[in-house]
């Protein structure tokens, strides 16, 4: 576990990654708790989630309006006519980017992207939440000796 090395959560460049620092806050959390909760589990699924949209949104911002990059909505599409779109448009001499007319999403689509919650297919399941809160709690246990003693 990288915490045994020592990479907690924004320590380095590579710790600031989505996904690793709040997993690591988590089982952070879990050592000095003795465990988790099942809530925490959630909490930490929508945490994930909530820092990829805000990243989604900041790289939205950042590349709308640059005319280097085209925007492909690919709602609805399958991957064929998806791939074809966007080869039409690296075969174009000069690449004319932008998202619609303005290069911006309108109101309506922000809102949703800020409002979105993932549904939890994974850990829909109780046995599979309950396999994960056991990992925790057995790599909290052989953590505990080692902790206590330093």
């Known amino acids: 576990m990288l915490l045994n090395q020592g ?3 924004n320590s380095n460049i590579a710790t600031k990654a989505i996904g690793y620092r ?8 879990a050592l000095r708790d003795g465990g988790a909760t099942k809530e925490q589990l959630q909490q930490l699924i929508y945490d994930i989630a909530t820092a990829s949209r805000n990243l ?3 790289q939205t911002t ?3 309006d640059d005319s280097m990059f085209r925007w492909v909505d ?3 599409r399958d991957t064929d006519d998806t791939l074809q779109t966007v080869l039409t448009e690296l075969d174009k001499p000069q690449h004319e980017g932008g998202c ?10 922000v809102k949703s992207l ?5 549904t939890l297919k994974l850990f829909s ?3 599979r939440v309950a396999k994960v809160l056991e990992w925790v709690r057995e790599t909290v246990k052989a953590r505990l000796p080692a902790a206590a003693g330093s």
């Open 7 to 9: 990479m907690a959560p």
């Open 22 to 29: 709040q997993a690591c806050a988590f089982m952070q959390a």
């Open 56 to 58: 989604v949104k900041n």
């Open 62 to 64: 950042w590349f709308r």
């Open 74 to 76: 690919v709602g609805g």
């Open 100 to 109: 619609g007319d303005s290069g911006r999403l309108d109101k309506e689509v």
């Open 114 to 118: 800020k409002r979105y919650m993932p």
């Open 125 to 127: 399941k109780e046995q």
